[in-house]
């Protein structure tokens, strides 16, 4: 059995701060707990003085203050001199493309990812069948390994919090885990009705758990072949096997998941335009279906990106959506069951493509707040969530289609877009 190698747990993803706000924070198990200091996998918990202090902090805003605006804490101003003190379009001006990638060219990249608190390490899946690692420390920037494997087109990928492994889902209806340092395959995990795997991401406080989904055509546990069903399975990635009451069925198929930073609530979205949350039981793995929204009736829900905005400088936990509706839509989470209301929404080209959008690592260090985005015009869009009018604060053109997917590496130092050609640029950001 292979287990990943313990690594810290990084909910602010930025590499300067994260240590110093994980121990404020109490939220990895070895600060906790010196007998787990020697134990291998990626258990994790989470304190009730953790949630405790959240709440204090959740308190602790300024009541003049309009609803969903950033509400800075006791460290703001200190984090904001250390992003330096400009705007968020001095910020976020870039020089140029830094570097492209065509190694997928021809087969569109639906998703890349740097990975967890790495300047330089990224990696994509395509839907030629194969991912690629790169490095970006090396001049020029080159392709560390290809990931072969897969007999269809990749859908998803997602780093384990070490960055050792890498667990993909395609709709060859396999999952697979992956050494990240020799390319090697080291488990392959098959559904039982060869279905369509279309999007899977970990459990933030224990990574030997996968959530995947699936799309199902035969529902063996009621006997009635040919019903479409479309299920979220919990898999245990060490074993390979699923995990009891780690499943449930929703009313499309499943293309977008994310966890709360501290991995009690499991929000997906579907085909169909809803959104479900799901409580997460820490201790067996089960899912327990809560919340649902229905965002636009029959419009895809592509892309659904989670940050707890607790610990820093805004009032509410926030989910960033892209939903086929010609807008970008963030919500912020109104309650413990994940319920969701409608706080701003941006103008951005999205009928029909699998777009993806993400919260800036660096966001709340400044004045605004900021989110980044693909859009079916083939440009890359900065939107201030702060801003009332004229919220863009850049622009990047250069791709050659609808930009898919987007991942900032954990300094911001650098910009990825990938985009339906199989093109992958690397921005650099100007230094100030």
Not at 32 to 45: N, V
Not at 74 to 98: C, I, K
Not at 191 to 216: G, H, I, K
């Amino acid at each position: 059995k292979y287990l990943p190698r313990p690594g810290i747990l990084s909910i602010l993803n930025v590499c300067g701060m994260a240590a110093v706000w994980q121990q404020v924070l109490a939220v990895d198990a070895r600060y906790e707990d010196p007998r787990g200091q020697g134990a291998r996998g990626h258990r994790r918990s989470v304190s009730r003085g953790s949630y405790q202090l959240q709440a204090q902090m959740n308190r602790a805003v300024y009541d003049e203050r309009p609803p969903g605006a950033l509400v800075p804490t006791s460290v703001a101003e200190a984090s904001r001199a250390m992003a330096g003190d400009t705007t968020l379009s001095e910020n976020y001006a870039f020089a140029g493309m830094h570097h492209i990638f065509d190694q997928h060219v021809d087969s569109a990249v639906p998703r890349l990812q740097f990975a967890n608190d790495d300047k330089h390490l990224l990696a994509c899946c395509s839907l030629d069948g194969t991912l690629s690692i790169m490095t970006l420390s090396t001049t020029p920037p080159s392709v560390k390994v290809v990931l072969k494997g897969h007999a269809g087109p990749v859908t998803d990928f997602a780093w384990s919090l070490s960055n050792d492994i890498i667990v993909s889902t395609s709709k060859d209806g396999t999952l697979r885990i992956w050494n990240t340092e020799d390319g090697r395959c080291i488990r392959e995990v098959r559904d039982p009705e060869a279905s369509e795997l279309l999007c899977c991401t970990f459990q933030p406080m224990n990574n030997n758990l996968t959530v995947v989904s699936r799309y199902m055509e035969y529902l063996c546990s009621v006997l009635q072949v040919g019903n479409t069903k479309h299920l979220l399975q919990v898999v245990n990635i060490s074993t390979g096997k699923k995990v009891k009451g780690g499943s449930s069925k929703l009313t499309g198929r499943v293309l977008s998941m994310s966890f709360d930073a501290p991995g009690r609530i499991l929000w997906a979205g579907d085909d169909r335009g809803s959104i479900f949350s799901f409580l997460f039981d820490m201790a067996t793995g089960k899912l327990t279906k809560a919340k649902r929204l229905v965002v636009s009736e029959g419009s895809p829900i592509c892309s659904i990106s989670a940050r707890s905005w607790i610990s820093r400088e805004a009032r509410d936990p926030s989910l960033l959506i892209n939903a086929c509706v010609n807008k970008l839509l963030l919500y912020r989470v109104v309650d413990n069951e994940g319920t969701l209301q409608l706080k701003r929404s941006f103008p951005i080209k999205h009928a029909s493509q699998p777009l993806h959008s993400i919260f800036c690592p660096l966001m709340s260090f400044r004045q605004g707040a900021c989110v980044v985005t693909g859009s079916e015009d083939a440009c890359v869009y900065f939107f201030d969530v702060e801003r009332n009018t004229k919220a863009i604060v850049n622009k990047l053109q250069g791709h050659g289609g609808p930009v898919l997917d987007v991942s900032f590496n954990c300094d911001e130092s650098l910009l990825a877009s990938a985009d339906s050609t199989g093109m992958v640029i690397i921005w650099r950001r100007e230094q100030k």
